[in-house]
């Protein structure tokens, strides 16, 4: 079963900078392009960032140079360092994988998701 795995959210005050860190795990063959969602309740989910194999990023406009996504194939592992972090940034981030596994199948997988706290 290939497991994606969030960690690094907490709370930090408006102005503040957190690191995501998302690992997968188990079975995996291929691990292709990566991405960070982000949603809050009443809201619309938000594609923040996303990477390819060789590191193509591309980036929401409300994080646009303020948010870095990176990765490390080896380890099988993206990162997302938030900085200058507002308000507006609060929600539960979600690392998204499209996976190749040992077992033959292609899919897209979610981790659970890891909270963010921005306050004012």
């Known amino acids: 079963q290939v497991q994606l795995v969030e960690s690094g959210g907490g709370l930090v005050q408006a102005g503040g900078s957190l690191r995501l860190s998302c690992v997968a795990s188990?079975?995996?063959?291929?691990?292709?392009?990566m991405a960070w969602y982000r949603q809050a309740p009443g809201k619309q989910g938000e594609l923040v960032a996303t990477i390819t194999t060789g590191g193509s990023t591309n980036y929401a406009d409300s994080v646009k140079g303020r948010f870095t996504i990176s990765r490390d194939n080896a380890k099988n592992t993206v990162w997302l360092q938030m900085n200058s972090l507002n308000p507006e940034d609060t929600g539960i981030y979600l690392c998204?994988?499209?996976?190749?596994?040992?077992?033959?199948?292609?899919?897209?997988?979610w981790g659970q998701g890891t909270q963010v706290t921005v306050s004012s």
């Open positions: 188990g079975g995996i063959s291929r691990l292709t392009a």
């Open positions: 998204n994988a499209v996976v190749g596994t040992t077992w033959g199948r292609t899919a897209e997988y």
